[in-house]
T-cell receptor
Framework: DTAVSQTPKYLVTQMGNDKSIKCEQNLGHDTMYWYKQDSKKFLKIMFSYNNKELIINETVPNRFSPKSPDKAHLNLHINSLELGDSAVYFC????????????FGQGTRLTVV | GNSVTQMEGPVTLSEEAFLTINCTYTATGYPSLFWYVQYPGEGLQLLLKATKADDKGSNKGFEATYRKETTSFHLEKGSVQVSDSAVYFCALNPPTGNQFYFGTGTSLTVIP
């Protein structure tokens, strides 16, 4: 019973393509996130989203866009992929005011060739 | 602003050695503090947490105490095992809003 699941686990694609990564959480949390982890394991927040607001890290290129069809899903769309987009992308969720921390998916390793 | 500073790795220890990974934070008010662990090829898992000053979080032999006076949340384990080899992240959640701020991660390798 996976709490936060994301697909695919691996994604290899060519430069210039458009791709999506899906994320679903079954925890009933009100907030979902996308993080990018680079080769040095540094975690960078890209977006956080709940039913009230989308907070965008201003350093994220506008080729990246989150789409939330409902409270349990937050998908990540990436247009015109570049070599530098290669990284591991993590989806996470949490409940505001609950202090139980954020729950992470297993990650999607994106390789742009 | 809010930020987390972790000691840089990598850290290499022999089995049964004592582990300390330092973490200090900057925050407004009283944040919740967390340690996450990332095993190779996996996502981050919550290891332990503390929500107020002097709280001690503990799990799997790891401990960390929320020290308001030194704004620290150092991770300790008395006797590490090879299976503890992973990357450890310190994180904070401010008292208002629902953002998480992570440190840069500390890679730990335990050798037999």
């Amino acid at each position: 019973d996976t709490a936060v699941s994301q697909t695919p686990k691996y994604l290899v694609t060519q430069m210039g393509n458009d791709k999506s990564i899906k994320c679903e959480q079954n925890l009933g949390h009100d907030t979902m996130y996308w993080y990018k982890q680079d080769s040095k394991k540094f975690l960078k927040i890209m977006f956080s989203y709940n039913n009230k607001e989308l907070i965008i890290n201003e350093t994220v290129p506008n080729r990246f866009s989150p789409k939330s069809p409902d409270k349990a899903h937050l998908n990540l769309h990436i247009n015109s992929l570049e070599l530098g987009d290669s990284a591991v992308y993590f989806c996470a969720s949490s409940q505001e005011g609950y202090s139980k921390g954020a729950f992470f998916g297993q990650g999607t390793r994106l390789t742009v060739v | 602003g809010n930020s987390v500073t972790q000691m840089e790795g990598p850290v290499t220890l022999s089995e049964e050695a004592f582990l300390t990974i330092n973490c200090t934070y900057t925050a407004t008010g009283y944040p919740s503090l967390f340690w996450y662990v990332q095993y190779p090829g996996e996502g981050l898992q919550l290891l332990l947490k503390a929500t107020k000053a002097d709280d001690k979080g503990s799990n799997k032999g790891f401990e960390a105490t929320y020290r308001k006076e030194t704004t620290s949340f150092h991770l300790e384990k008395g006797s590490v095992q090879v299976s503890d080899s992973a990357v450890y992240f310190c994180a904070l959640n401010p008292p208002t809003g629902n953002q998480f701020y992570f440190g840069t991660g500390t890679s730990l390798t335990v050798i037999p």
